[in-house]
């Protein structure tokens, strides 16, 4: 409304502007404008505490986060970087990332793996997924990893190294 005298935006009218152009600008990006496949929000989460697994049994890494999507028909993307180390024997990693107990992402059957019996140092183990939680309520997801072939000690954050994980919320 009023438009500009004399056409030409310059830094005095900006900066008289800035504050109530902001809070038109908060208001102003709706769902509808936003569009399917925007970014709504991160949750980054990571540990540095090393855990041991002798078994082919599915342990926690430690490694999770938690989001609380704003709408049931959001989507969660995730993205996880996990340290790993395979000590003795020629085996293999599992990694999956879970919600509960429903697996989400995994990495099955050769992650890792060095035909080699001396003690393996893997490094990082990507794995990413995209979920459909179906809620607003505050949703928890998290790493676990396990021996393949039961004969070998593995672990993660070997040494205090870094395993990450990031969350993003993507509008539906």
């Known amino acids: 409304v009023g438009g500009l005298p004399d056409g030409i935006v310059d830094t005095d009218m900006l900066a008289a502007n800035a504050v109530a152009t902001a809070k038109i600008a908060a208001g102003a990006v709706t769902a509808a404008k936003r569009g399917t496949g925007a970014i709504l929000q991160t949750v980054y989460g990571y540990t540095t505490t090393q855990v041991t697994n002798n078994t082919n049994t599915y342990a926690d890494t430690g490694l999770t986060a938690t989001i609380t999507p704003s709408s049931a028909s959001n989507k969660i993307l995730i993205l996880a970087s996990l340290n790993c180390c395979q000590k003795n024997y020629a085996t293999y990693f599992r990694v999956r990332c879970v919600r509960g107990s429903t697996e989400i992402a995994k990495i ?27 809620t607003t309520s505050a949703t928890t997801y998290k790493l676990q990893f396990q021996s393949a072939a039961n004969v070998s000690t593995t672990l993660v ?14 509008a539906g």
């Open 108 to 134: 099955d059957d050769g992650a890792g793996y060095t035909n080699d019996s001396s003690n393996n140092i893997i490094g990082s183990i990507c794995l990413s997924g995209q979920d459909s939680p179906n």
């Open 157 to 170: 954050q070997v040494n205090q190294a870094l395993s990450s994980i990031l969350l993003l919320e993507v």
